[in-house]
């Protein structure tokens, strides 16, 4: 069974900080990864999708890696902005179904 | 730009109820999944559906849950007779094929009393 874990739970950064947020899953037989956002009580917002065969995908100020073969991907935020405070969720679609796996979050707050 | 559509956005209603959920996918998508997230959990997979049936379902999505495409546009959850631990957010998802990027609704919280 595929688990998805996210590192840290929460962060806080003052505005104008780089953001790093770590996904770890268990399973490399994967189809792609996605990054959502979720803002309080709110829907889940697709930021990026990176497929199994690709390493990275940027979007603006968002930049995420893959290393399949270590179970990892990152995101990467850019001069963090205040309207940039959400929870980050990573999921991870395993090879052969589209059963997306959740991580719980990364709970992100960036001082203005 | 074309979205997954939820209604309603709030439901209450006493244990042992029946509710229905409603979803429009994306026009064009061929897939159809609903997830939940019990406050503070992580977000759950409970069914896809692909060519008017389920291709998958997980161990929550047991025989009180059915899931139905009534027309071309909708899709619906149904849950029999709620319980209280079936208090949670319920998201829609449609994607274009297998595989591919899934696009969320902004969900319908259910709180069953």
């Known amino acids: 069974k595929q688990e998805v874990t996210q590192i840290p739970a929460a962060l806080s950064v003052p505005e104008g900080e780089n953001l790093v947020l770590n996904c770890s899953f268990t399973d490399s037989a994967i189809y792609n990864l996605q990054w959502f956002r979720q803002d309080p009580g709110k829907g889940l917002t697709s930021l990026l999708l990176?497929?199994?065969?690709?390493r990275e995908q940027t979007s603006g100020r968002l930049n995420a890696s893959l290393d399949k073969s270590s179970g990892r991907s990152t995101l990467y935020i850019a001069a963090s902005q205040p309207g940039d405070s959400a929870t980050y969720l990573c999921?991870?679609?395993?090879?052969?179904?589209?059963?997306?796996?959740f991580g719980k979050g990364n709970q992100v707050v960036v001082i203005p | 730009e074309p979205e997954v559509t939820q209604t309603p956005s709030h439901q209450v209603t006493q244990m042992g109820q029946e509710v229905i959920l409603r979803c429009v996918p994306i026009?064009?998508?061929?897939?159809f999944y609903w997830y939940r997230q019990i406050l503070g959990q992580k977000v759950e997979f409970l069914v896809s559906?692909?060519?008017?049936?389920?291709?998958?379902k997980s161990e929550i999505f047991d025989d009180q849950f059915s899931v139905e495409r009534p027309d071309g546009s909708n899709f619906t959850l149904k849950i029999r007779s709620t319980k209280l631990e079936d208090s949670a957010m319920y998201f829609c998802?449609?994607?274009?094929?297998?595989?591919?990027?899934?696009?969320f609704g902004p969900g319908t919280r259910l709180t069953v009393t």
């Open positions: 026009s064009n998508h061929l897939y």
């Open positions: 999921a991870v679609c395993p090879y052969g179904n589209n059963r997306l796996a």
């Open positions: 990176i497929q199994s065969s690709q």
């Open positions: 559906f692909y060519n008017n049936e389920i291709s998958e």
């Open positions: 998802a449609s994607s274009e094929l297998t595989g591919r990027e899934q696009y």
